[in-house]
């Protein structure tokens, strides 16, 4: 019969020891659960932001006909912008739940969305970029649609931040394919 493996890596300490050990192995895997409120607030988070949604398209609709085109474009980048904020926040919520505290156990759920299947660490970092840069992207094209609303400077910044978030996700992208070979 084969010793437990506290036993085979640590056959010096005695059995005091090795309960201590054992007792901190248990508090550190149990630790895990400190992430769990995190994930229940960024929920209450998501709640603020489908409100604001809700809000923000109750006043594009009121406004809708005599607002001009560019006024009704910018409302629906606004519209955009909240459910990509939204959508972020589900993949942290989700992905990270199931990746650092425990299984979400939904495996035979109609609705279970696809990307959970085959979410790993690299995979679910290399989806949160994806999300910053389209958020970003967002907000890059707003300020294009009405640049008197913004300095060269913030325009600028804009642009250097955007495209650092571009080389972020491919070299994101590029690690985790090597680490996958």
Do not use: C
Request: overall charge negative.
């Amino acid at each position: 019969m084969e010793k437990p493996y506290l036993e085979q890596t640590t056959p010096l300490l005695n059995h005091g020891s090795r309960r201590f050990v054992n007792s901190i192995s248990q508090i550190i895997f149990m630790g895990r659960w400190l992430q769990a409120p995190l994930y229940l607030g960024l929920i209450f988070i998501l709640t603020a932001y489908v409100y604001r949604f809700m809000a923000e398209l109750a006043h594009l609709m009121a406004h809708i006909t005599s607002a001009n085109d560019t006024q009704i474009m910018l409302g629906v980048l606004d519209l955009i912008d909240v459910v990509m904020i939204a959508n972020l926040l589900i993949m942290v919520i989700m992905g990270g739940y199931e990746t650092f505290v425990s299984r979400l156990n939904i495996d035979s759920h109609p609705d279970q969305p696809e990307w959970l299947d085959h979410l790993d660490a690299g995979a679910m970092k290399i989806k949160l970029a994806l999300s910053l840069i389209g958020i970003s992207s967002i907000h890059l094209l707003r300020t294009f649609i009405e640049p008197s609303k913004q300095s060269n400077d913030a325009v600028m910044w804009q642009v250097i931040i955007h495209l650092t978030l571009l080389v972020s996700a491919l070299t994101i992208a590029y690690t985790n394919r090597l680490l996958n070979k």
